[in-house]
Each structure stands twice: as structure tokens, then as C-alpha cells.
């Protein structure tokens, strides 16, 4: 729309010039004296010298000034005519040259925007995938951390000189049920207490004459066997494992984290290679249109 704006007027003045050259006219000397009829076809570029075709198909040239003023101010009005449509000419086609250049200046920043962000996009893809690399590395040193404290804990039970390996320390310890006396503290219920028989003569055959029962969970003895669990040394290869369970932890949800902003970062890399893609095309089109 722009350019039919600018250019009614430049080519209204170029239209009245190709009608008026058109035009056949009486021509008339400075004095007076001489008249032709001709069409102008040609103005000088000093303007000082025009040419004439006339009816015999003849041209002509003639000094502007041995002509009348009118004819004059006639030639003068053509030369306006033919200047302004030159100028006209030159003015479409510096606009065009701009409109041209603006545009191939925009597709080509185009194109360069892009491939920057392709860049960028490849660098966060890059560094996410170093960053995966590295979070398996921990992972893997972990990994082997824990194998080697098991197998330092499988080598200290085997060695363990407490439980010889069996994990179990038996040890044994007074009674307390019977206050390490092997004897009930209820009476016996035979004698009820006297360790006699009923006739006071021998000793009572259930409790041997102690006056009650044994115990019955020492069996007598007063001591019992406890079995206790053997650390073998283990708690603290234990704390150390956990520890350790726990950083792998951490660094696997890390990873799926990592994991998750490398597939946005490549779906993202695959935007802009097809943006690129799409800006260099445009730009290729307007150097195609220009040739
Ligand atoms: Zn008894
Ligand atoms: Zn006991
Ligand atoms: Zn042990």
C-alpha cells in the first residue's frame, strides 16, 4: 500500500508527459514569422536544444530560444514533467532497494538469533549430559564403597574371636529367679519345708532335704545361659553403610531429576534446530526472489 501512496504523484507527472509528448502542436518562432506543426519528442540534457517530429515523419532539432515563449514555457513544462518522472523512478527504486535490504537485514538477524539459541540449547544439553556422567560416577564409587564394607564385615565375623563366626556369645549368669540358690522360695510340698519325712526320721525324697523344690530354671545350678548377639565389631561398618545408602540416595534422585531436565533441554534443542531450519529457508527464499 505504502508504495502506490508514494509514488501517485511521481507517476501522474510521468503519465502527463507521455500524453503532452503525444500531443501534436504548432510550434512558432521567436519572431513570429514561422509556425510547424510537429510532436516534441526529445528534450537536450541542457535542455537548451529539443527535437521535433513532424507530420512528414521528419525530426528536427531546435534551439529552445529561437522559439516563442509560449512554446517555450511549454518545453519548460515537459522538462518539469520528464524530471519529476525520472525522479520518481529513482525514488521507487531506492524504496524498493530499502524495503529489500530491510528485509534480508530482519531474515538474516532472524537466522542468527536462532542459531544462538540452537547454541545455547546445545550447551545446556551438554552440560546436563557431563552432569549425568558424573552423578553415575558417584553413584558407581558408592556402590563400590558399600561392596567393599560388606565384605570387610563378612572378613571381620569370619575372624571374630568372641563367636568364632557363629554371631552368638553364650555366657552364663546367676540366677535371679531363685537369688542364685537353685531352690524354689516355695516349700517343699512333701515335707512342707522340713527336708524329713513324715516321721522325722530320713530325709524327704523330693527335696533331698533342702526344704523346697529345685528351681526350675536353673535346674539347681543357680547360674543360667544367656546367648547374646556378637557385634563382632560391625556397628560401626554398619553406620558407615548407611551413610553411604544414604548419599546413593541422593545422588539417584538427582539423577532422575537430571534426567528429566535433559529430556526437556533435547526436545528444546530440537525446537530450535527446526526454527533455524525454518528462519534459513525464509532467508534463502529472498535471496532466491532477488536473483
Ligand atoms: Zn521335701
Ligand atoms: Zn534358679
Ligand atoms: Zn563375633
Redesign the pocket.
Known amino acids: 500500500m505504502k508504495k502506490i501512496v508514494t509514488f501517485t504523484v511521481p507517476l501522474f507527472f510521468w503519465f502527463a508527459f507521455v500524453v503532452n509528448a503525444d500531443e501534436v502542436r504548432i510550434w512558432t518562432s521567436a519572431n513570429g514569422k514561422h509556425k510547424t506543426e510537429a510532436k516534441l519528442v526529445d528534450i537536450s540534457k541542457d535542455g537548451k536544444t529539443i527535437t521535433l517530429l513532424k507530420a512528414d515523419n521528419k525530426e528536427i532539432d531546435v534551439a529552445l530560444e529561437k522559439l516563442s515563449k509560449a512554446d517555450q514555457a511549454y518545453v519548460n513544462k515537459q522538462q518539469k514533467g520528464k524530471d519529476a518522472k525520472e525522479e520518481g523512478e529513482k525514488e521507487k527504486k531506492n524504496v524498493d532497494q530499502y524495503w529489500d535490504e530491510t528485509r534480508e537485514r530482519t531474515a538474516l538477524a532472524q537466522v542468527a538469533r536462532k542459531e544462538e539459541h540452537l547454541e545455547r540449547a546445545k550447551q545446556d544439553v551438554q552440560s546436563l549430559q557431563q552432569r549425568a556422567l558424573a552423578l553415575r560416577e558417584q553413584g558407581a564409587a558408592h556402590t563400590s564403597q558399600l561392596k567393599q564394607l560388606y565384605a570387610e564385615k563378612v572378613e571381620r565375623i569370619r575372624n571374630c574371636r568372641q563367636c568364632g563366626g557363629t554371631r552368638t556369645i553364650e555366657t552364663r549368669e546367676r540366677c535371679n529367679d531363685c537369688n542364685a540358690t537353685g531352690r524354689s522360695t516355695a516349700n ?1 510340698g ?2 512342707k519345708g522340713s ?1 524329713r519325712t513324715p516321721d522325722h526320721k530320713g530325709v ?1 525324697s ?2 533331698r532335704g ?2 523346697a523344690d529345685e528351681c526350675s530354671l536353673c535346674r539347681g545350678t543357680g547360674t543360667r545361659t544367656v546367648t547374646k548377639h556378637c557385634d563382632c565389631g560391625c556397628t560401626e561398618i554398619d553406620l558407615a553403610g548407611m551413610r553411604i545408602q544414604g548419599e546413593l540416595q541422593s545422588v539417584s534422585n538427582a539423577l532422575q531429576m537430571n534426567q528429566r531436565a535433559l529430556q526437556k533441554a533435547q526436545s528444546t534443542l530440537r525446537r530450535n534446530q527446526s526454527e533455524l531450519q525454518r528462519a534459513q529457508n525464509a532467508s534463502d527464499q529472498l535471496n532466491q526472489g532477488k536473483k
Do not use: A, L, W
Open positions: 517343699c512333701r515335707c527336708g524327704c523330693s527335696c533342702n526344704g
